[in-house]
């Protein structure tokens, strides 16, 4: 076919916008995003022909089919949100990059609800004036940690802030050398209690600290005793620190404060279901922490917030500072919070209906149970690889319990006809964002952390990328 012949072949955009499937396009996407990309495509093919030579034009022909397909694909490609759901098959159950937290199905109709809605957010109904958005969150918070006062701020770092800001600015405050932690990217105590206008008193060594060395640090200009939960590491061997109880028995003789930054909002004794021990909120407000601040979103499995608890007498100034506007929670999160916590009145709801407790409580049974039926979908498949199904090891994740590597089942894959890091590539990059480990030159989805419905894509997915 000579140039001419094939530049009058090119459709027109009018001529596309009639094509079956494109006019199905129309009904989901903008109108003139389709007719861009359209003209785009278009364009494309007439400058792959202005370009040809004239023998190369004679072999050339405009593959309709082809051309179609592009402008499907180009289209859901620039029309997809950044923010999207992915599939973590890596068995990290709070994994931070990957969203944290997952809120439960069941306080989706509760968010939504105030979402969409107009809402009490800062009215009191009864008084039909106004009122304070922290108090819906009073209540139920205080039921559950026992507390005298609460509040509730963008994330635990903020909390840690305000707390400091309130109760030490420029007086210090005694912390451990061995608590001096570093929380995922960028969170440094030391350096969120300078921004608070503490001045930081470090004592004992990384690995020692003893009730002696902060008695001995205490003076005039003392503002509070901090206690950080190492939460991401472990000063491991030839240790020792000063639990809360003697903290607190401390704090009492010299009258100075004693806070706790726990990390993971833990309300459930989790040693009850194989993991170990880690101190609940409940805890360490009995054993004498004057204010605790914890994450909303790691072990306690509600939105990101920063929780405050403890005596009034702290709370009710924070409250009044100045800082606590600008580190304000919105009404999704007091939403989402409050139906979380409501959760917690019954444990083994929380436990079967949050899905970070209930990822982390699964029994070995059960999750050799996924296994086995995640596996027979995608033996159903017939794949071009090695698939088993093995003992293998999840993790808590979110910078909680860093030693704890929990047992779990994974599907192993070994690709006959490719590299695994191949694999990896090709599912990571698919429609469905499957997001999983490499190990010991094996692919390995860990059940942990896949919902069953997913098991159904997962395998589709294999099955394409081993092509
Ligand atoms: C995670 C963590 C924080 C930071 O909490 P965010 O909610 O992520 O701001 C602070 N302190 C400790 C001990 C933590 O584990």
Do not use: C
Not at 38 to 44: A, E, L, M
Not at 140 to 168: C, F, H, P, R, W
Not at 169 to 189: D, H, Y
């Amino acid at each position: 076919m000579n140039k001419k012949k094939l530049f009058s072949l090119l459709p027109s955009v009018d001529e596309v916008l009639n094509d079956k499937t494109i006019i199905e396009l129309i009904e989901e996407y903008p109108r003139s995003l389709v007719v861009d990309t359209i003209r785009k495509n278009i364009n494309s093919i007439r400058k792959t022909i202005i370009n040809l030579k004239e023998e190369q034009a004679e072999d050339f022909s405009i593959d309709y089919d082809k051309f179609i397909k592009a402008i499907v694909n180009e289209l859901t490609l620039s029309y997809s949100l950044s923010l999207k759901k992915v599939i973590n098959a890596t068995g990290v159950v709070i994994h931070t990059n990957l969203g944290r937290s997952l809120l439960s199905d069941s306080i989706k109709e509760d968010v939504w609800q105030v979402a969409s809605r107009y809402s009490n957010l800062e009215y009191d109904i009864d008084k039909g004036k106004r009122g304070s958005r922290y108090s819906h969150l009073e209540d139920i918070i205080k039921k559950i940690t026992g507390a005298e006062d609460v509040l509730v701020v963008n994330n635990n770092a903020a909390a840690v802030l305000l707390v400091l800001s309130t109760m030490s600015k420029n007086r210090e405050a005694i912390v451990s050398r061995g608590e001096l932690v570093e929380v995922g990217g960028s969170f440094r105590i030391p350096k969120v209690m300078e921004e608070s206008g503490t001045i930081l008193k470090e004592i004992g060594a990384t690995n020692k600290t003893h009730l002696r060395d902060y008695e001995e640090a205490i003076n005039e200009n003392t503002g509070v005793l901090l206690k950080v939960h190492t939460s991401n590491y472990r000063v491991l061997g030839f240790t020792d620190s000063v639990e809360i109880d003697e903290l607190s028995k401390l704090s009492k003789e010299y009258d100075i404060p004693v806070i706790e930054d726990l990390g993971s909002g833990l309300f459930v004794d989790i040693s009850k279901y194989g993991l170990s021990y880690e101190p609940t909120v409940i805890d360490s407000l009995r054993k004498g922490a004057d204010i605790v601040t914890f994450s909303g979103d790691k072990i306690l499995g509600g939105p990101q917030a920063g929780i405050i608890v403890g005596k009034k007498e702290y709370i009710e100034k924070m409250k009044k500072n100045q800082l606590t506007r600008a580190l304000r929670v919105d009404k999704l999160t007091i939403a989402a919070l409050e139906a979380t916590f409501r959760l917690y009145l019954d444990e083994q709801k929380a436990v079967k209906q949050i899905p970070t407790l209930r990822m982390l409580t699964y029994s070995i049974d059960e999750l050799n149970d996924k296994a086995k039926r995640f596996y027979e979908m995608i033996k159903n498949e017939n794949l071009d690889a090695d698939i088993r199904i093995e003992d293998g090891h999840s993790q808590v994740g979110g910078g909680s319990m860093p030693l704890e590597t929990i047992d779990t089942k994974v599907i192993t894959v070994i690709p006959n006809n490719m590299g695994v890091s191949e694999l990896e590539e090709r599912l990571r990059l698919s429609e469905d964002s499957i997001i999983a480990r490499v190990y010991d030159n094996k692919y390995v989805l860990d059940v942990r952390t896949i919902f069953d419905d997913e098991f159904e894509v997962i395998s589709k997915q294999l099955a394409t990328a081993l092509k």
